[in-house]
């Protein structure tokens, strides 16, 4: 494959939508002619990819712009940012004090108390009750990464209105009496899919230099930043707004490229939009190692570290490159990420105590990452690679001080209670968990038809499997399909060997529709898999998996798919391509209102009788599409949130008073007994579930996104392995984060074919 145009640059306004009589854009597009690849005029299931490729032209063709809201929710054109400067705000000033060893808040020495709160993980209704739980527990400062990849889903398309608008979040910030620290990257790192770097960049240029003077790199990090910073410019504080910190890249000196000049060059785009209205500042590990190529000359650098470090030897790293100016822990651990097959990561409440009050007492400035983590929700979680790939959980809980559900937890009141100590100030009433719904019916779930009834579209077809990124599709999953070729010669008393050397990054394989197992890239890692006998002629299925993009290292160029395959040495040609993404909610929805249609007619032919049961699904280890449904009882029965408050809301909880009322209760899916997948509530992603993995087992359902009643809930289950023998879901009030892990035993990789004994499963599922 090669592509018409290798490094064409997509075309972008910054002021309003570029389009002829200022029509709103056009629909997210979803159909692979939309994506830029050319399908055939014919009717014809496979289309020839060969030499048609040429999204990048088609692309450039585009006409994109940007959209911002205001407080009615209407589309404006990016605000006259020099305009909005010229402002008594310039009596305003957030600096550092070299000679204080300070920052200095309009000329007086402050000490930032932050924590880390990513608006990309959290519902929007809740991002006021969050922010306001954070400032209850002492802090004065909130630190939120800016998600490239969200805001920029396709080349020169940007979306920044409601769940995306950052520029709500720092208002609502500000109206909770916190400042912001703004970690714009563009790199983020955050356990997020590739780093927040948007994956059509590899699109784009497949060996494009990731953070580094790459000048197509560069071209699409400038234009994103001349974008984005025109809107934050308004409201950093020396402009009159919240934002005191703007940070540049983050922790580079983890990343081999160490290009001095990309970094140079990557100051003074944020020195153009930035000025003197906020402090510039980099991010990275407390080793000499780390600041060597993290250091960037004219940006204040800071040091991340957690609990178990010493604060005295950790700020005199910082002191070589910074002899001057204010101490910081820019990342201060509370707790840790955990990845499937892993065991649940805890940090000791007394050991992120014992630190803390040390910062106090020395006016060191600190950070806590994260306060509150939240949800990977859709397919946002990443990946890190050290010995070996290993995906992300969908919850980010972090064992942080507010959990995944923004309840505080008794590390958040020994947090709250050490700030108060040191402050001599107590902020209003300490808040409670928040009501959980309480729905213990179990859900049933009836199988309403295969996954490729969630195609994107018609098959495509190559020589060779394609990527997922040469298709242009980010996230979901991709149907490979070939024959067992007509000169295929199995060897006698040996099956046939099924080798993907670069599968990335699980593979479910059939051989004429009969699953033979699963390929993965994470360990325990399988590559190859024998199958149970291959003649020519046979179909040969394998649906691949984007499991989360690598988001630190070196390998952040981590393209997706099956890669080239052989089976027993011979190279296998001729694929067949179903793209998957499972990203166009209307097509979700318009599945599950045809199977509710005919779940309707057979219980007005049959009677009550026909859902009394679900009898065992032969084709339960098949991928499918599976629907439930139900209904919440009265709303008088379903207290929002809790019944009583204070002024502060500090029992209740707080919502954004531009929704229309409180949301109903959060809970739980538990998806005990399933396979691996991800679980639609209503048409909305809530991420995905391996429970047999481990050790997460239930799902976060916030509940803005629940029905009241009488209206009748959908749950959509897409199960990629196999669907237990009696389909249900429960909806729980308590989170299980801690669930077994998967032991692989007596060398098993791959999950076992269908039949196969409990006892081999349980070796077999840790793939």
């Not at 600096?95 to 959290?122: N, W």
């Not at 000025?275 to 250091?295: H, I, N, P």
């Amino acid at each position: 494959h090669t592509h018409t145009h290798k490094h064409a640059y997509l075309p972008v306004s910054v002021r309003g939508w570029s389009q002829p009589g200022g029509r709103p854009p056009p629909d997210r597009r979803t159909g692979p002619e939309q994506r830029g690849l050319t399908c055939p005029a014919s009717t014809s299931r496979v289309a020839s990819m060969t030499p048609k490729w040429t999204w990048p032209a088609a692309l450039l063709v585009l006409v994109v712009g940007v959209v911002t809201e205001t407080e009615s929710n209407e589309a404006v054109t990016v605000p006259d940012a020099d305009r909005q400067e010229q402002s008594d705000a310039r009596a305003r000033s957030f600096v550092i004090g070299y000679e204080q060893d300070a920052f200095l808040k309009d000329g007086e020495p402050f000490q930032i108390m932050g924590g880390s709160l990513h608006y990309f993980r959290v519902p929007r209704v809740y991002w006021r009750d969050r922010l306001r739980k954070m400032r209850l527990a002492g802090l004065n400062t909130v630190s939120t990464y800016v998600e490239w990849s969200l805001h920029e889903p396709s080349p020169g398309r940007y979306d920044m209105v409601g769940e995306q608008n950052l520029m709500h979040f720092i208002q609502l910030a500000e109206e909770e009496g916190l400042l912001v620290n703004l970690r714009v990257g563009p790199y983020i790192c955050a356990e997020r899919d590739m780093g927040g770097l948007p994956p059509w960049l590899l699109a784009i240029k497949p060996d494009m230099k990731l953070r580094s003077r790459d000048p197509v790199y560069q071209h699409y990090v400038k234009r994103w930043l001349d974008v984005l910073m025109p809107l934050v410019r308004p409201r950093l504080y020396g402009n009159g707004g919240p934002v005191i910190l703007v940070q540049v890249e983050n922790e580079y000196g983890s990343y081999p490229a160490c290009d001095r000049q990309h970094l140079t060059w990557l100051r003074d785009q944020f020195r153009a939009h930035v000025r003197d209205a906020a402090v510039l500042y980099t991010t990275d590990g407390a080793g000499d190692g780390y600041l060597k190529c993290g250091k960037i000359p004219g940006v204040y650098a800071t040091v991340d570290f957690g609990a178990s470090s010493d604060p005295v030897a950790a700020f005199a790293t910082q002191r070589k490159v910074e002899p001057r100016g204010p101490l910081m822990n820019s990342e201060y651990y509370p707790g840790w990420l955990t990845h499937w097959n892993e065991k649940e990561q805890k940090v000791a409440t007394a050991d992120v105590v014992r630190n803390l009050r040390w910062f106090l007492e020395n006016r060191a400035n600190f950070n806590f990452y994260v306060f509150m983590g939240g949800t990977n929700f859709g397919f946002t979680a990443g990946a890190n690679f050290g010995k070996d790939y290993s995906p992300q959980l969908t919850s980010y809980d972090y064992d942080a001080p507010l959990n995944e559900a923004g309840d505080p937890t008794p590390k958040y009141l020994a947090i709250r209670q050490a700030i108060a100590e040191f402050t001599g100030r107590t902020e209003g009433r300490a808040p409670t968990p928040a009501r959980k719904l309480d729905y213990d019916i179990p859900i049933l779930l009836e199988r309403v038809a295969d996954l490729q009834a969630l195609a994107a579209g018609p098959a495509l077809s190559s020589t060779f499997p394609a990527d997922f990124e040469q298709l242009y599709q980010s996230h979901g999953y991709v149907l490979y399909e070939t024959r067992v070729p007509a000169n295929f010669v199995p060897k006698r008393g040996k099956k046939p060997l099924f080798l993907a050397p670069r599968i990335r990054d699980r593979g479910v394989v059939f051989l004429d529709q009969v699953r033979q197992g699963v390929l993965c890239r994470a360990k325990p890692q399988r590559t190859g898999l024998p199958l149970s006998g291959a003649a020519p002629g046979q179909l040969l299925s394998v649906l691949v998996e984007n499991q989360g993009r690598i988001n630190y290292g070196g390998r952040l160029n981590d393209t997706k798919g099956l890669g080239n395959a052989t089976l027993d040495g011979l190279q296998l040609r001729g694929w067949s391509m179903t793209q998957l993404p499972l990203d166009n909610r209307t097509r979700i929805e318009a599945l599950a209102r045809r199977a509710d249609r005919r779940l309707l007619r057979r219980l007005h032919a049959n009677g009550a009788n026909a859902t009394a049961s679900s009898p065992a699904d032969p084709r339960r280890d098949v991928p499918g599409v599976y629907l439930g449904r139900f209904v919440l009882p009265p709303t008088g029965d379903l207290l929002p949130w809790e019944a009583d408050a204070d002024a502060d809301g500090a029992r209740r909880g707080v919502f954004d008073d531009r929704d229309e009322g409180p949301p109903l209760p959060d809970a739980f899916v538990d998806t005990t007994g399933w396979g691996k997948g991800v679980v639609f509530i209503n048409g909305f992603n809530l991420g995905r579930y391996w429970p047999s993995a481990g050790p997460q087992v239930t799902l976060y359902l916030p509940g803005h996104l629940l029905l009241r009643h009488p209206a009748h809930n959908r749950l959509v289950v897409v199960e990629t392995d196999r669907a237990p023998r009696i389909p249900t879901l429960q909806l729980v009030q308590q989170p299980v984060l801690n669930g077994a892990i998967c032991a692989p035993s007596g060398g098993g990789t791959a999950v076992a074919p269908a039949g196969a004994p409990a006892a081999a499963a349980a070796r077999h599922a840790c793939c």
